[in-house]
């Protein structure tokens, strides 16, 4: 039984034909898996910093020697606890670098360097027994510092749940604008409460 041509070269044509959807259909299913995949990092990766950075806003309170009521952050309650809450902040950050934006990383960085402050001007770098390191007292005046860092990386992780969450590009900050990011991060410092007590800390 002799096949006429053009029946053989139909059945090449579509068995090619299957070849090319079944493999555009796995190539498609694969790119699904892998956006998938790094959607969830990304969330994940927004949650734990989220979570992270607001116990740092939780605030508690005590009667100063006056009878007045003083807020601070429950962070400033001992000194285990804040040292333990800011190193894994510094961990968090650096475990989520590569899928956070350009301007949450800037906002965690900027934090980062007050806190280097912070540890600096309490004695935390020098390895001496610094009077009053970590006090409600020290707490309730870098308060509005707190919030001012903390809010800010706040409202760059509800810009990604607004907006960013919806992109599967990833947008690591740029490191070759260290210098301009570490010039406009000093002029900010030089605003806080901390460098305005830096005299005092010492």
């Not at 498609?28 to 790094?38: D, K």
């Not at 707490?139 to 903390?150: E, N, Q, S, T, V």
Request: proline share 3%.
């Amino acid at each position: 039984m002799v096949i006429p041509l053009t029946t053989l070269v139909a059945v090449v044509i579509g068995g090619l034909m299957t070849l090319a959807s079944n493999y555009l259909l796995k190539k498609r299913e694969i790119r699904l898996q892998l956006a998938q995949n790094l959607m969830k990092k990304k969330i994940d990766a927004y949650d734990e910093l989220l979570s992270h950075v607001r116990f740092g806003n939780l605030l508690a309170a005590s009667e100063s020697g006056d009878g007045s009521l003083v807020k601070y952050p429950v962070i400033f309650q001992d000194e285990n606890g804040f040292e333990e809450w800011e190193c894994k902040f510094i961990i968090t950050v650096r475990r989520v670098f590569h899928l956070i934006d350009a301007d949450t990383y800037e906002a965690c960085f900027a934090f980062q360097n007050y806190l280097l402050n912070l540890d600096k001007l309490t004695g935390g770098l020098k390895g001496t027994t610094a009077i009053k390191r970590i006090t409600p007292e020290l707490g309730a005046k870098l308060l509005p510092d707190f919030k001012m860092y903390i809010g800010r990386i706040e409202n760059c992780c509800y810009h990604f749940y607004r907006k960013g969450i919806y992109s599967l590009r990833i947008n690591p900050p740029d490191l070759r604008n260290t210098d301009k990011s570490s010039e406009i991060i000093f002029i900010e410092l030089k605003s806080t409460q901390l460098w305005q007590l830096q005299d005092n800390l010492r």
